[in-house]
C-alpha cells in the first residue's frame, strides 16, 4: 500500500467515524460543515459535504459502490477525493474556528453564481467540441482526403467533460436528437464501420510484414492513431497520407490469412488539460473502444488492386456540388434542362437495372449508385452497398440519356 493511499485513506476514515457534519444552504451560496479535532480532516469533510451540496458528480457520476476488495474500495476513495480536489477549483471560501476543547469547526462556501457559471462555461466547452467534430465530419464529405484524428478527438473530449456535467445534454446526431452518453459512442461506431484498410504489399522480412491504404468511405485517411496486438504486445499504429505499415511477430513462413483487431485511439492523456485529466478519471471507457477489423493477407497472391469506377463525366457535377442539397437539386435541374437524364420515381420505369440515383440527406448528396443486376455501386465511396442501407433517406433515381 503506497504511502499516497495510506494517508487518503486514513483521511477519509477518520472523516467517516470522528467528524460531526452537517449542511446548509443560504440564498446565494452552497454551505459544507464540518467540525472535528483533526483540522486537515475538518477541512477535507466540509469541502466533500459541499461538493453533495451542489450535487456534483458523487452520488451517481464518480462513486461506485464499496466491497470487501481492497481494489474497489481504493478506486472508490480515489474518485471522492478527485471530487473533492475539483469542487476547490470553484473559489470556496473557507471560516476555522477554534473552540476551547481543541474542536475546529470549519464553515466553506460558495456562490451559487458561481457553480452556475463553472457549469455553463462546461456545458458550451461541450457543445463547442461538438460542434467542431460535426463540422469535421461535413467537411469529409467534400475532400478528397480525411483527417479523423481532429475529428475523433473533438468527440472525445466532449464525452470526457459530459462525465462531469451534472445534467443530462442532448445533441442533434444525424438530425435526430440523443444524449450524449449514446450519441456520441454512436457516432464513433459510425465513423469505424467506414474505415478500411486495404492491404498492398507484404514486405520480406523477418516477421509479418504488410502495408496498408487507409481508407474512410472510400476516402484517404491522412492521419489517424490506432492500436494493435502484433501478436507480443499491444503496439500503436499510425495512418500517414493513406499509409500504413503493421508488423506481426509471427514466423512469415507462417502463410495463413489473418484477421486482427485495430483499437481507435484518442487524444493521449498527456496532451489532456487538468479538467479533462480529473474527467478520464470518471469515465467508462468501455462505450468508446472503438473496433476495425483488418484482414492480414498469407500471401502476395491476396493482395489485389482495388478496382475504382469513376462516374459518367456528365455526372461529375453533382459529385462537385454534393455539400448543399439546395446545389444538388439545380445540378439534377439543369441535367433535366440539357436532356442528359431523365429523372423519375422507381415505380416509373420499367427496370431499374442499369439506372442510376443519388441519395439526399443532410447536408446534401450522400450516395451517388448505379444499379448493375441489383447490385449498387457507390461512386462517393467507391464501394458496393445495399439499398437498404439508405432505408428512410430521399432517393432520387434517373436514366442517364447522354454518356460521355
Not at 450535487?55 to 461506485?64: C, D, E, L
Not at 492521419?223 to 500504413?244: A, F, P, R
Not at 442510376?356 to 441489383?374: E, F, M, Q, S
Amino acid at each position: 500500500m503506497n504511502t499516497l493511499f495510506r494517508f487518503v485513506l486514513s483521511s477519509l476514515l477518520m472523516i467517516i467515524c470522528c467528524v460531526p457534519v452537517c449542511f446548509s444552504q443560504s440564498n446565494g451560496e452552497y454551505v459544507g460543515i464540518a467540525q472535528g479535532k483533526d483540522l486537515e480532516s475538518v477541512k477535507i469533510s466540509a469541502l466533500q459535504n459541499l461538493a453533495q451540496q451542489i450535487h456534483v458528480f458523487i452520488s451517481n457520476k464518480s462513486m461506485r459502490e464499496m466491497s470487501e476488495n481492497a481494489e474497489t474500495f481504493k478506486d472508490s476513495m480515489f474518485s471522492n477525493t478527485i471530487a473533492q480536489s475539483f469542487v476547490s477549483l470553484t473559489d470556496v471560501k473557507e471560516t476555522i474556528e477554534k473552540t476551547d476543547d481543541q474542536t475546529f469547526k470549519v464553515v466553506k462556501t460558495v456562490s451559487k453564481a458561481n457553480v452556475q457559471k463553472m457549469f455553463d462555461m462546461r456545458r458550451k466547452r461541450i457543445l463547442d467540441y461538438l460542434d467542431e467534430a460535426e463540422r469535421l465530419r461535413s467537411e469529409a464529405n467534400t475532400k478528397p482526403s480525411v483527417s479523423l484524428q481532429p475529428m475523433l478527438n473533438n468527440y472525445y473530449q466532449a464525452y470526457l467533460l459530459n462525465t462531469i456535467y451534472p445534467d443530462t445534454l442532448t445533441y442533434y446526431f444525424n438530425s435526430q436528437a440523443t444524449s450524449l452518453a449514446v450519441g456520441i459512442p454512436n457516432m464513433l461506431n459510425e465513423i469505424a464501420r467506414s474505415i478500411e484498410f486495404i492491404p498492398t504489399k507484404l514486405i520480406d522480412d523477418e516477421y509479418i510484414v504488410c502495408k496498408f491504404l487507409a481508407r474512410y468511405n472510400g476516402k484517404e485517411v491522412f492521419k489517424l492513431n490506432y492500436s494493435i496486438y502484433d501478436g507480443m504486445g499491444q503496439s500503436e499504429g499510425e495512418v500517414q497520407n493513406g499509409e500504413t505499415q503493421i508488423t506481426l511477430y509471427y514466423p512469415k513462413e507462417e502463410k495463413k490469412d489473418r484477421q486482427v483487431q485495430a483499437q481507435l485511439e484518442f487524444l493521449p492523456a498527456d496532451e489532456l488539460d487538468n479538467t479533462l485529466s480529473i474527467a478520464k478519471k470518471f469515465m467508462n471507457t468501455t462505450p468508446l473502444q472503438k473496433t476495425i477489423l483488418i484482414n492480414f493477407p498469407g500471401d502476395t497472391d491476396k493482395i489485389a488492386p482495388k478496382i475504382v469506377q469513376q462516374p459518367p463525366q456528365t455526372l461529375m457535377g453533382l459529385v462537385n456540388v454534393k455539400t448543399s442539397f439546395e446545389d444538388v437539386k439545380k445540378e439534377i435541374d439543369l441535367l433535366i434542362k440539357k436532356r442528359i437524364i431523365v429523372q423519375g420515381r422507381a415505380s416509373d420505369f420499367e427496370t431499374l437495372n442499369g439506372l442510376y440515383c443519388i441519395v439526399v440527406d443532410r447536408p446534401g448528396l450522400i450516395a451517388l449508385l448505379k444499379n448493375t443486376n441489383n447490385k449498387y455501386y457507390n461512386y462517393l465511396t467507391n464501394s458496393e452497398v445495399e439499398l437498404k442501407e439508405f432505408a428512410g433517406k430521399r432517393i432520387l433515381w434517373f436514366e442517364l440519356l447522354k454518356i460521355k
